[in-house]
């Protein structure tokens, strides 16, 4: 009987003491659990802070890059607007020694004589011009190539003209055709190379072509 009351008291502590050691474990599982809680918390802000920061630089980056863009293609606009002024400031050196030369065609007004006005030209190009073309213009101010057409306006009166093939160097005469005078004196010819050009009124040398 005895044997018996011992053997129940030692089952009774042993399930105490794997009782306690039960709720020790949990204990200590949950704490466990709580920390990894919190560490994977921690570690989830961390991520989220890198990716944050990685998202920014990229922004940044992206920002850079289009402005890069930007300027390139400024710098490049810029870089092809030189290009053409440097080709028209090129061509002008080249077109200026010509230019000089068909400066050298002078056309002026004489007197009038039997209802035609007369025309002394003075070819001093050093060359012969061909398709020599005087008008009449009755204008203010500088008369342009560009300009040159608003004078004469489709089914306006016919101007005052003088033309001639041929223009030997030196002096010759000529005279106005049509019923229209007016005040001042533009030519338009070709020098010896087939070039075409235009004389104003003040005398200004302008290009056409060939």
């Known amino acids: 009987m005895m044997k018996e009351k011992n053997w129940l008291t030692w089952l009774t502590v042993l399930a105490l003491v794997v009782g306690f050691a ?3 474990a949990s204990v200590w599982l949950s704490a466990q659990a709580a920390k990894q809680t919190q560490r994977n918390s921690q570690l989830a802000g961390q991520l989220y802070q890198a990716s944050r920061t990685k998202s920014q630089e990229a922004s940044s980056i992206k920002k850079r890059l289009d402005k890069l863009a930007s300027d390139n293609s400024s710098l490049k606009k810029k870089n092809s607007r030189l290009a053409k002024e440097n080709q028209a400031l090129r061509q002008a050196n080249q077109d200026l020694p010509a230019a000089s ?5 002078n056309v002026w007004e004489t007197e009038e004589k ?3 006005l007369q025309l002394k030209i003075d070819n001093q190009t050093g060359q012969a011009v061909s398709d020599l073309l005087v008008l009449a213009v009755a204008a203010n101010g500088r008369i342009t190539l560009n300009s040159l057409p608003s004078y004469f306006p489709v089914g306006g009166v016919k101007p005052r003209y003088f033309y ?3 223009v030997a160097i030196g002096g ?3 005279s106005l055709t049509g019923a229209y005078a007016g005040s001042d004196m533009v030519c338009l010819f070709a020098d010896a190379s087939g070039v075409y050009w235009f004389k104003g009124n003040r005398g200004q040398i302008e290009k056409i072509g060939s």
Do not use: Y
């Open 22 to 24: 039960a709720m020790g």
């Open 172 to 174: 010759t005469e000529g």
């Open 114 to 116: 039997s209802g035609k």
């Open 101 to 105: 030369a068909a400066a050298g065609l």
């Open 164 to 166: 001639r093939k041929k």
